[in-house]
């Protein structure tokens, strides 16, 4: 069955970065985009953008352009996305996604941006 | 981007209720519309596809229509597995963007 199966919390101190990771598996890796989404309290669902995991060509939101970085690793069927320069408001939970006729999402992973 | 102004935020309801949650979009999106539920600690779960369409799985007492950029959600004889926050997301344009969520409750 298909599965994608993300890394776990994260706890990061202000300024630094977090790469969180979104394990596919039960189908084939390179036909279907991974799309990311974050979410809080109060801002809701985020489109963050896509990766096309067959080229590695990406799209993203323009508010998360410099803050979020998609990458995929063909090899273990895995998706990445490292948030840079973390600030308090980047604390979120963060989804990765197989958007199509059956969605299929990851578990989250909460980012916690903490001093 | 496209704004998706959803509607109402907050919505008591009874068992057995008849519901519809609505979603406005600023463009034209088409049927580019998805409805996802989401429970406390877990993903959302797609519930209405292309606007009018059931996803997998979804009983049928779900519905989705539209009329003109007005897009609802509409829940026949409420169960009480229904008590959720349900979004509605327009992928027709990228970024995709959700609405605010409609928090569904028991009155």
């Known amino acids: 069955q298909v599965q994608l199966q993300q890394s776990g919390a994260e706890l990061a101190k202000p300024g630094s970065s977090v790469k969180i990771s979104c394990k596919a598996s039960?189908?084939?890796?390179?036909?279907?985009?991974i799309s990311w989404i974050k979410q809080t309290t109060g801002q809701g669902l985020e489109y963050i953008g896509y990766i096309n995991t067959g080229s590695g060509g990406t799209n993203y939101n323009e508010k998360f352009k410099g803050k979020a970085t998609l990458t995929v690793d063909k090899s273990s069927s895995t998706a990445f996305m490292q948030l840079s320069s973390l600030t308090p408001d980047d604390s979120a939970v963060y989804y990765c996604?197989?958007?199509?006729?059956?969605?299929?999402w990851g578990q989250g992973v909460m980012v916690t941006v903490s001093s | 981007d496209i704004q998706m102004t959803q509607s109402p935020s907050s919505l008591p309801a009874s068992l057995g209720d008849r519901v519809t949650i609505t979603c406005r979009a600023s463009q034209d999106i088409g049927n580019y519309l998805r409805w996802f539920q989401q429970k406390p600690g877990k993903s959302p779960r797609l519930m209405i596809y292309?606007?009018?369409n059931l996803a997998a799985g979804v009983p049928s007492r779900f519905s989705g229509s539209r009329s003109g950029s007005d897009y609802s959600l509409t829940i026949n004889s409420l169960e009480s597995e229904d008590m959720a926050i349900y979004y509605c997301l327009q992928h027709n344009e990228y970024p995709y963007t959700f609405g605010a969520g409609t928090k569904l409750e028991l009155k």
């Open positions: 996604a197989r958007l199509g006729a059956r969605d299929y």
């Open positions: 039960g189908y084939t890796f390179t036909s279907y985009y």
């Open positions: 292309g606007a009018t």
